[in-house]
Every structure is written in C-alpha cells, then in structure tokens.
C-alpha cells in the first residue's frame, strides 16, 4: 500500500472514529460558563416535552432526561426510555431542536444484563449524550467496555445515606472514589450535592475529594443539612454553590450541571429560573 493510501486510510478511520463517538458540550449552550440545565425529574408531574418547555423558560440550555417519563400528551403510552420506538425518538430529536436545547445526559439508569447496558449506550449515542448515570456499581465489568467503545462518560449518582441498609454505600464519596479511581477516566461520579447535605457531607470537600472524576453534578442548594432539607434557589441555603463553582472552575471541569429542584412540585419554574440566574451572574463577575 503506497503512503497516500495509508494517510487516506488513517484518516477514514479517524473520520468513523470520531462520527462514532459522542460529543462534548459545544460551548454555545453554556450558561455563566457551564452545561446548566434541568433534569427532567425537576419536572416528574409533566411530560418529557413539557419538562423541555419548562427549562427553556427557565433559562435552561440543556436538559438530563431520566427514565420512564411520559413523552407528550399528544403520543399516549409513549416513554422517553433506551426502549423507544425510532418514531419517538425521532419526536423528541425534533421537539429539542424546536426548543433550542440538547440532551446532554440520561439517567439515573440500571439495566439487567449486559445486552440492556449496550441498549443504553446505542440510545445514549443517538442523542450525542455527554454521560449517562447510573449507581450501578456492581456491573462496571460490563459498563467499562462500552465507555471505550462508545467514547460515552458514566457517572455514578449517589442518594442520601440509608441508615437501615448498611448495603447501600454509593451515598459516600469515598466509596464511589474507591471504585472508579482504577477505572477508564470517562468513568466517575454524578456529583449528587444534595444527597450530600441531606446525608451530613459537606459538599465542597466531597467535590474536592473527587477531583478529577467528576463527570456531571446534580447542583442542589438546601434549607438545612440533614434528611429533612429541601430544594431552595442556589445562593439562599447552606449548599456552598458559590464555592462548588470555584471549584468546578479550578479542577476545569467540562461536564453537565444538572438543577435538579425537588421541591414546590408543579410551580418550581421561578424558583429554578432563580438557580439559573444565580450561575448567570456568577459566570459574569468572573
């Protein structure tokens, strides 16, 4: 094979490569200097379509969808899951580019084999998702090959602290650190900051702590530490947003950020449209 046969060959290859490979978050649709939007669970009582609506007006440019929502009024029996039919999918490709916004990630997700894991991966790459997820950690032997093969992150999400399941470990840190820190680099956390005050973390330690592998953080600030907080507008509580964001900056991180406001169900637009506003502003002064 002559030189110009192998340089046209390479970069065939490299052109698959990188069709194949999911993107990074084009630097349009930032806000105050990062990927912030909703995710959909923001918005559980409505539609996928509707929750679209309700973070393009709250300031949002991009949406992380999760399981089993319902997909519109206007397609009764459809959900926004890795099982869609092309049809939906193609509705929701169309509704987002109506919208203006991306899908930037998909969960939190499990699956019950590994087929399932590649039906995930295969969804993920037909919406260009930045990540997926999950608190799988059980299954990472299965989940690995397929980042590498797919060029798609894996974060692993964390909820509160369970005292009665001793079994339930992903809620610290240290533990998630623990079982990523010898993984692909594309896999690491979904920093859930949150679930952290509501277990009694600090949230600016456990992002610091995690440095390097966080992949996309639900951003939440909180009335109060403990279980019984609950979602007030970034700024107002005792969720240190201001210094996550430092930190973000520091460790130059490019992931998704998620408003994820579980609280004032049915009327918690305003109160998102302020945790935008907030990052907005801080993107300014910087």
């Not at 999911?22 to 630097?27: F, L, T």
Request: glycine share 10%; hydrophobic share 40%.
């Amino acid at each position: 094979m002559s030189k110009l046969h192998l340089i046209l060959a390479g970069a065939l290859c490299a052109f698959t490569a990188a069709q194949l490979s999911a993107m990074d978050i084009p630097a349009q649709y930032d806000t105050g200097g990062f990927a912030l939007g909703c995710q959909a669970w923001t918005f559980n009582d409505f539609t996928a379509f509707e929750a679209i609506d309700k973070t393009v007006e709250a300031g949002g440019k991009v949406i992380e969808f999760y399981p089993g929502q319902k997909l519109s009024s206007d397609r009764p029996g459809a959900k926004l899951d890795h099982h869609m039919s092309d049809q939906d999918l193609d509705a929701l490709k169309a509704k987002l580019t109506q919208a203006g916004i991306i899908a930037v990630n998909y969960g939190v997700v499990g699956a019950g084999d590994a087929a399932e894991w590649r039906q995930i991966f295969e969804f993920a790459r037909k919406l260009n998702f930045y990540g997926v997820t999950t608190e799988s950690v059980g299954q990472l032997d299965i989940i690995e090959p397929l980042v590498k093969e797919f060029d798609i992150r894996v974060g692993i999400h964390e909820h509160e602290r369970r005292d009665n399941d001793s079994s339930y470990k992903v809620w610290d840190p240290k533990y998630v650190l623990s079982v990523v820190e010898n993984r692909d680099s594309r896999i690491g956390a979904c920093a859930d900051t949150g679930h952290w005050v509501g277990s009694g973390l600090d949230p600016l330690a456990s992002i610091r702590l995690l440095k390097g592998r966080v992949i996309s953080l639900h951003l939440v600030d909180k009335n109060v530490v403990g279980m019984d907080g609950h979602a007030v507008p970034y700024g107002t509580g005792v969720g240190k947003i201001k210094e996550i964001l430092d930190e973000l900056k520091t460790q130059d991180f490019h992931g998704n950020v998620s408003i994820e406001y579980e609280y004032n169900w049915g009327h918690s637009v305003p109160d998102v449209k302020q945790c935008v506003d907030f990052v907005r502003a801080y993107g300014a002064k910087q």
